[in-house]
């Protein structure tokens, strides 16, 4: 399907054929090895060693959703990689935040990019936040191949419904079972279960921005101080955890300064109290 222009000048007829809006059908049609889960592994013994990602987190407010995650990659008992990027923007108004295999999880992230972005230029208008959390599940079920040979891929996604006019959260399982989440919080990766018991406890539905962007720091730092595989807050090299926020105005990283100040603020309180944070976002 490579565009060969040398000979003719023209693209090939599939690029200018009238079709479908998803992009993952027109890969499909015309060359779908290049889709993950069309791939064909060699036999293997066992699980296959490679770097993954770990913990994601996300926390809804009035007017919004933040969605962050560390930066740790491992593989094994071995950190593959300290600074790894796991949260990445879908479009606009939602954000994608990935765990599991991390060669596999940015594909797939650049794959959904790609889909979103190929279905706003052939209907000329974008798809609702339900209609996109849809379509993840799609790419992720896709994918249940290479899950039953240990390269899951477990994204949560988030973003802003234009619609609704409030941040929604939605967490998938490996076979693309999507769940829209209404507790206002979400966590997935290895140290979920110690990020979302840090939420459960800090979490309001009156929290304000700033509020909750230091509450999902403060999971994370809770959640790499009980998993190995989790990174927190890492001040001598200075890597500070990933936060984006998605309101009407659309997707928004934080800058390394303002992560590091609200790392900082979640370390100086775990100072003063050290057996937890009581207070920590009052």
Do not use: C, W
Not at 61 to 71: E, K, Q, S
Not at 123 to 128: D, F, I, K, R, V
Not at 155 to 165: E, H, N, S, V
Not at 213 to 241: E, H, K, N, W
Request: aromatic share 6%; hydrophobic share 40%; no cysteine.
């Amino acid at each position: 399907m490579e565009a060969n222009t040398r000979d003719t000048g023209r693209l090939p007829a599939a690029f200018l054929t009238p079709g479908s809006s998803s992009f993952m059908d027109f890969l499909a049609g015309h060359q779908p090895d290049m889709l993950p889960g069309m791939r064909q592994l060699p036999p293997t013994q066992g699980v296959i060693e490679a770097p993954h990602g770990t913990t994601i987190v996300a926390v809804t407010f009035p007017g919004g959703v933040v969605l962050a995650g560390d930066r740790r990659a491992t593989m094994g008992n071995v950190i593959a990689q300290r600074d790894i990027e796991k949260v990445f923007p879908a479009d606009e108004y939602s954000a994608v935040g990935i765990a599991g295999t991390a060669g596999l999880a940015v594909e797939m992230v650049k794959l959904f990019q790609l889909e979103l972005e190929h279905f706003e230029k052939v209907e000329g208008a974008q798809l609702s936040l339900e209609g996109k959390a849809n379509r993840l599940s799609t790419m992720i079920r896709s994918n249940l191949g290479m899950a039953m040979q240990g390269l899951a891929v477990v994204p949560l996604f988030a973003g802003y419904d234009l619609d609704r006019g409030k941040g929604r959260i939605f967490s998938y399982d490996v076979t693309g079972g999507r769940s829209d989440e209404q507790a206002g919080f979400a966590a997935t990766g290895s140290g979920s279960l110690f990020a979302r018991g840090s939420m459960k406890k800090l979490y309001r539905e009156d929290l304000t921005e700033e509020q909750a962007t230091t509450l999902v720091v403060q999971a994370l730092y809770d959640a790499a101080d009980d998993d190995s595989a989790t990174g927190g807050p890492d001040m001598a090299r200075r890597i500070f955890p990933i936060v984006t926020v998605i309101t009407e105005d659309g997707f928004r990283r934080l800058t390394d300064q303002e992560s590091s100040q609200i790392a900082r603020s979640v370390l100086d309180r775990r100072l003063e109290e050290p057996d937890g944070p009581r207070a920590a976002l009052l």
